[in-house]
């Protein structure tokens, strides 16, 4: 079934928002479990067609090894982020709309990943950012989440006005928005049209920049990190950027493919000013959202690093980056999630977001201190994490394909990443200067997702072979 997936979670997108409209009153996080539901029903479909031969409908989407990836990846991120949101809609100023309009964002995350068209792309991408503006400006009565919310509405306009840009010059001297005739159009447009089709590339570039928060494109980031719901935080960090990085690999790809390999090294360009802007920058924050929301900046940067090799590498050397993408973004997935899960935590305890609140957590939750700094462990790069071999994967691709420069890049960026986050647990493992400590409470929600991050974390640092093995069998290049 080639929609299935998006078929399952729109139907319970509207199930859930209709519901929301009849019981009004009382405690309606039920509502979150039926999404769930949802999105763990739809899972199963998308595994069930994981190793399906590729087939297409409406000529607009299909079920291919990119929509099998992403779409798995995308379900996972929403299952995680709805189990954070169920502990955070308990509270009583929290709009019950969250849960429906993050089934809608997914919606738009799954046709993204399943899309052929470029105007499908482009509808899959504004249904996910309409809903994620409204999602980071949910909480009216806060003045940072309308301002987040305002600046990330605006930034994110502006990119998707440069991106369709870009796509209607691609459409102007190809005459289709068909990726499979775009990529076999490729040479001709290069050799009639090359500053049209060079201009078209960048401002592609330039518009998915803007949803990735890729260096110098990153300025609403932090606002729009530290004004929204910490849930929301990571939903944005993460399924929003993983649906992000599966568009911009469709359409690169596609259409840029052999003609075009010499407009990839832009990629790398990008990715290391990002990796070391996003890095620097995160240095002297005290505010553990905003430093997150640069190491996510950074992060992006590490992930783009393969983009820029694929203008190098032949077409049967395309299955390794496709999996070295892959695999970073699981293994940042859970690393996120669970990191933002103990900063919502720390903020809910102490009121404050600042990284004092750090302060005797292994006092307080041995448990929770371990977990996070595993999860930062991992950020940086430490061996034995899902953080490190993902690094490992894209350092190796820089040596294999000859761009040592961004293998440099981003060793040493890495480097500079594990200063901020040993600052983070030298305050966990610090004595409160109190004399009797306070347990640390948290739900056993909570605990479950927490302890559902620690093992993917760990699971894919100790045994990478559990998502390699699945990944090495897709035929990622066909037709």
């Known amino acids: 079934m080639t929609m299935g997936p998006m078929i399952v979670v729109a139907a319970t997108g509207f199930v859930v928002m209709i519901l929301e409209f009849i019981f009004r009153k009382g405690d309606r996080r039920w509502l979150t479990v039926l999404s769930m539901l949802g999105v763990v029903a739809a899972l199963v479909v998308a595994i069930?067609?994981?190793?399906?031969?590729?087939?297409?409908?409406?000529?607009?989407?299909?079920?291919?090894?990119?929509?099998?990836?992403?779409?798995?990846l995308i379900l996972i991120s929403a299952l995680l982020v709805l189990l954070f949101t169920l502990d955070f809609s308990a509270k009583s100023d929290v709009p019950a709309e969250h849960t429906y309009l993050i089934l809608f964002a997914v919606v738009g995350a799954l046709t993204m990943a399943s899309s052929i068209d470029l105007v499908t792309l482009y509808v899959?991408?504004?249904?996910?950012?309409?809903?994620?503006?409204?999602?980071?400006?949910?909480?009216?009565?806060?003045?940072?989440?309308?301002?987040?919310?305002?600046?990330?509405?605006?930034?994110?306009?502006?990119?998707?006005?440069?991106?369709?840009?870009?796509?209607?010059?691609?459409?102007?001297?190809?005459?289709?928005?068909?990726?499979?005739?775009?990529?076999?159009?490729?040479?001709?447009?290069?050799?009639?049209?090359?500053?049209?089709?060079?201009?078209?590339?960048?401002?592609m570039l330039i518009g998915m920049?803007?949803?990735?928060?890729l260096v110098p494109f990153h300025m609403w980031?932090?606002?729009?990190?530290?004004?929204?719901?910490?849930?929301?935080?990571?939903?944005?960090a993460t399924l929003s950027k993983a649906a992000s990085f599966g568009m911009l690999l469709r359409m690169l790809v596609f259409i840029f493919n052999a003609p075009g390999a010499h407009l990839f090294y832009w990629a790398g360009i990008i990715a290391a000013i990002t990796m070391i802007v996003g890095n620097f920058i995160a240095l002297p924050q005290r505010n553990m959202k905003r430093l997150l929301a640069?190491?996510?900046?950074?992060?992006?940067?590490?992930?783009?690093?393969?983009?820029?090799?694929?203008?190098?590498?032949?077409?049967?050397?395309?299955?390794g980056l496709f999996d070295s993408i892959s695999f970073y973004l699981f293994a940042y997935t859970f690393m996120t999630v669970g990191a933002f899960a103990i900063v919502y935590l720390l903020e809910r305890d102490k009121g404050s977001l600042d990284s004092d609140a750090l302060i005797g957590l292994y006092q307080r939750s041995?448990?929770?201190?371990?977990?996070?700094?595993?999860?930062?462990?991992?950020?940086?790069?430490?061996?034995?994490?899902?953080?490190?071999?993902?690094?490992?994967?894209?350092?190796?691709?820089?040596?294999?394909?000859?761009?040592?420069?961004?293998?440099?890049?981003?060793?040493?960026?890495?480097?500079?990443?594990?200063?901020?986050?040993?600052?983070?647990?030298?305050?966990?493992?610090?004595?409160?200067?109190v004399a009797e400590v306070t347990a640390l409470s948290a739900s056993p929600i909570m605990h479950t997702l927490v302890a559902v991050c620690v093992i993917g974390t760990l699971a894919l640092g100790i045994v990478p072979a559990l998502l390699l093995h699945p990944l090495a069998g897709l035929p990622w290049i066909y037709g």
């Open 48 to 72: 069930i067609h994981f190793n399906a031969k590729p087939t297409f409908a409406l000529n607009t989407i299909g079920v291919d090894p990119f929509a099998s990836v992403f779409s798995v």
């Open 124 to 203: 899959g991408l504004e249904l996910l950012s309409v809903a994620s503006y409204v999602l980071v400006a949910v909480r009216t009565h806060s003045i940072r989440s309308v301002e987040g919310g305002i600046k990330y509405m605006l930034m994110g306009a502006l990119g998707s006005a440069v991106l369709l840009y870009g796509m209607s010059f691609i459409y102007g001297i190809s005459g289709t928005t068909n990726l499979m005739n775009l990529s076999g159009a490729g040479l001709q447009m290069f050799s009639t049209y090359p500053a049209i089709t060079v201009i078209g590339f960048l401002m």
């Open 209 to 213: 920049g803007f949803k990735l928060s």
């Open 221 to 236: 980031t932090p606002d729009a990190y530290a004004g929204a719901p910490t849930p929301i935080t990571s939903f944005l």
């Open 294 to 319: 640069f190491s996510s900046v950074a992060q992006a940067g590490y992930i783009l690093v393969p983009f820029a090799m694929f203008g190098i590498a032949q077409s049967a050397d395309w299955a």
């Open 366 to 433: 041995p448990w929770l201190a371990v977990a996070l700094t595993i999860f930062v462990l991992s950020l940086a790069g430490m061996p034995l994490t899902a953080g490190f071999l993902g690094k490992f994967y894209i350092f190796v691709d820089t040596m294999h394909f000859s761009t040592i420069w961004l293998g440099v890049i981003l060793f040493a960026t890495s480097v500079v990443s594990f200063y901020y986050y040993i600052g983070w647990l030298r305050k966990v493992y610090q004595k409160e200067p």
